[in-house]
């Protein structure tokens, strides 16, 4: 059975009754770092297999995975500000085919990020705004338990109180949002410094202008996600694909 055919019957396993010589093969090979590197799989589909698989036995293999999956995320040089939001309405869901809510998908994609990074500063913020430590090589599970509930939306306060000359911004929201209260968030930022949003929501208002020079704005979450930043700055320095970073 092929490594991905394994991640998705972990609950057919169990339901099975399958033995635990049986299991730990299994989970040998889920926590390979070689097998997951050929899968090409992003954190999110660890962290949705994690929520779904119904025992323990499967945790610890899957918590390796997860760490295994960070180097398919590309690495970005110099300094990058992560901004999760973690107001209520991002504990909504994204489907009915997943655990995963807004928050989690948030969390992951912005922990990972930061945990490939050359330096990073990670911060979760609702009403109010915290940083999140990252400790290099640290369990991902580990940090994800550092997000918390964070109540309405204040992504320009956030945004003020941590933007410290970072050569780009990543805001990771459902944009639910009221700008004529709070303001632009990106025009907390220099106009020559990259500002990316990602809307998990697709809420007909956005919290700032986007499609402009250095403003971007993309719908939706996904493996695809971690390859747009390196994309997108590739194209403005002209820099060739063999000069990237893996």
């Given amino acids: 059975m092929g490594f991905m055919a394994l991640l998705r019957n972990l609950r057919n396993f169990d339901e099975a009754g399958v033995g635990d010589e049986t299991a730990q093969a299994v989970a040998a090979r889920l926590a390979d770092g070689e097998q997951v590197a050929r899968s090409r799989q992003f ?102 338990g550092r997000f918390g509930d964070l109540g309405g939306t204040d992504t320009t306060a956030a945004v003020r109180a941590h933007y410290r000359g970072h ?23 220099p106009s020559h410094v990259p500002v990316y949003t990602w809307n998990l929501a697709g809420y007909r208002a956005g919290h700032g202008p986007s499609g402009g020079a250095n403003r971007h704005t993309f719908g939706g979450l996904t493996d695809h996600a971690f390859r747009l930043v390196p994309l997108l700055e590739a194209g403005a320095s002209a820099a060739l694909p063999w000069e990237q970073r893996s």
Avoid: C
Wanted: overall charge neutral; cysteine-free; proline content about 6%.
């Fill in 43 to 144: 954190p999110f589909r660890f962290l949705a297999a994690f929520q779904h698989a119904p025992s323990l036995r499967w945790s610890w293999a899957l918590e390796q995975a997860l760490g295994h999956s960070l180097a398919n995320v590309p690495a970005l040089p110099g300094r990058t500000l992560v901004l999760v939001d973690r107001s209520g309405s991002m504990f909504d869901g994204i489907s009915e085919q997943t655990k995963l809510n807004r928050a989690d998908s948030a969390a992951i994609f912005g922990t990972a990020v930061a945990l490939r990074a050359d330096h990073a500063d990670l911060v979760q913020f609702g009403s109010t705004h915290s940083p999140v430590a990252v400790g290099q090589g640290e369990s991902v599970l580990r940090i994800l």
């Fill in 167 to 189: 050569n780009r911004v990543l805001i990771v929201t459902d944009e639910q949002y009221a700008p004529s209260r709070h303001g632009d968030p990106t025009s907390q930022v």
